[in-house]
C-alpha cells in the first residue's frame, strides 16, 4: 500500500521560538541550509507519498512558496553559473506536490488535520509535524508504512522518554506483539507522571484512515483547550486496529531551543560541504565549557 498524501500541520503559533517566529514560520527556520519543513517533505517522499497536504495559517505562506519552481531565481543561477544551488532550489521547488489548507485559528493539531479533509479523501494518509526532526537510516514514515501493510487500521510513532519527561506526551498502553510494535489499547494526552501507563510517548508521525476525520469532527476540545489527535485516536480504538512502532532513530525536538540546537548539531556534523570543518571546530571548543 502506498500513501497518498501526507498532512503536514503548520498552523501553530510557534510561542516557543519567540520573537525569531513573530513574522517568520518556525517551520522554515533552518537545520543548515534546509528549512525543517523540507526535511519533513523529503521524508513524506521517501516514504512513497505522492501529495503533501500543508495545514498553514495567514502569514505562513512562504512555507508554500518555498516547494513552488521560481524561474527568475533559477535562470539567475543559471546564469551566473551557480550550479550546486540551482540543484538545491529546483530540488526544493520539484519535490512533490505540495497543497495548502487554512486552518484559520490554532486550534489544536487535531483541528488542524481535520482541515485537510477536502484535500484528503478516503484512503489512509500520512501525518507529520515537523519540528519531530528524526535521523533515521529507514525515514520512520516508512517504518511505519511497513507496519501498516501488515496491520492496517492506524499506526503511529511512539519513543521511550525518561518519566519526568513524559507528562510532555500523549502515552500509550498496549502489548508487544512483534519486536518494535506494540498493540494499543489506550492512549492518554499528557498524563500525570504517576498516572502515565507506560514511558512510550507518541512523536509527530502517524498513518491515519480515512475514518478518523468523521471521529475529529466529533471530538471536543481536550487538554489546553485544544482539539487533540490523541482523544480521536482513543475514540476510534473500538473499531479499529491501533498500533503503536517504537521507531528507530534518534528524534530531536526542534519545537524546543535545545531541541533545535542539537538538531543543528548533528545535521552540521554529517554535512557534506561543513562536516569536516564544523566537527574539527567542535572538537576545539568542547570541553571549554560556557564562555565567561
Ligand atoms: P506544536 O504544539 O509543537 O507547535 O505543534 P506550536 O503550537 O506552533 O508551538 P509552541 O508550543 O507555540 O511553541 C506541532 C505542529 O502542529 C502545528 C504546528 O505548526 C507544528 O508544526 N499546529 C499546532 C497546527 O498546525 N495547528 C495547531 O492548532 C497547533
Redesign the pocket.
Known amino acids: 500500500m502506498s500513501l497518498n498524501s501526507t498532512v ?11 520573537p525569531a ?1 513573530k513574522a517568520q ?3 522554515m527556520m533552518p537545520l543548515v541550509d534546509r528549512p525543517l519543513i523540507q526535511y519533513a517533505v523529503e521524508e513524506a517522499v521517501a516514504a512513497g507519498s505522492e501529495r503533501i497536504v500543508l ?3 495567514p502569514g505562513k505562506e512562504s512555507i508554500l512558496r518555498h516547494f513552488r519552481r521560481d524561474a527568475e531565481l533559477e535562470s539567475f543561477l543559471e546564469r551566473a553559473g551557480r550550479t550546486q544551488s540551482l540543484a538545491m532550489v529546483r530540488h526544493a521547488g520539484t519535490l512533490a506536490t505540495v497543497d495548502a489548507v487554512m ?1 484559520p ?5 487535531g ?2 488535520i481535520l482541515q485537510a479533509s477536502p484535500l484528503v479523501g478516503e484512503g489512509p494518509f500520512g501525518v507529520m ?4 526532526f528524526i535521523v533515521a537510516q529507514v525515514p520512520v514514515l516508512e517504518q511505519l508504512r511497513r507496519v501498516h501493510e501488515q496491520y492496517g487500521g492506524i499506526v503511529i510513532a511512539v519513543e521511550r522518554v525518561p518519566h519526568d519527561e513524559i507528562e510532555r506526551y500523549g502515552v500509550i498502553d498496549g502489548e508487544q506483539v512483534d519486536g518494535n510494535v506494540v498493540r494499543v489499547s489506550d492512549l492518554v494526552e499528557k498524563p500525570a507522571r504517576d498516572r502515565a501507563p507506560s514511558d512510550l510517548a507518541i512523536v ?1 508521525r502517524y498513518i491515519l484512515p480515512g475514518e478518523i476525520f468523521r471521529i475529529l469532527a466529533d471530538t471536543p476540545a481536550g487538554v489546553g483547550g ?2 487533540q489527535i490523541t482523544d480521536a485516536i482513543r475514540a476510534a480504538l473500538t473499531g479499529l486496529p491501533c498500533h503503536a512502532v517504537v521507531f528507530e532513530g534518534q528524534r530531536f ?1 526542534c ?2 531551543k535545545l531541541g533545535f540546537l542539537q538538531a543543528t548539531i548533528e545535521v552540521a556534523r554529517r554535512h557534506e560541504d561543513l562536516g569536516a570543518e564544523f566537527s574539527r571546530y567542535l572538537e576545539q571548543v568542547s570541553g571549554q565549557g560556557r564562555p565567561a
Open positions: 503536514i500541520p503548520v498552523a501553530g503559533r510557534g510561542t516557543r521560538f519567540l517566529t514560520p518556525k517551520e495545514v498553514s495559517a486552518q485559528e490554532p486550534l489544536g493539531v483541528h488542524a509535524f515537523p519540528d519531530d509527530g485544544e482539539i525536538d519545537g524546543s
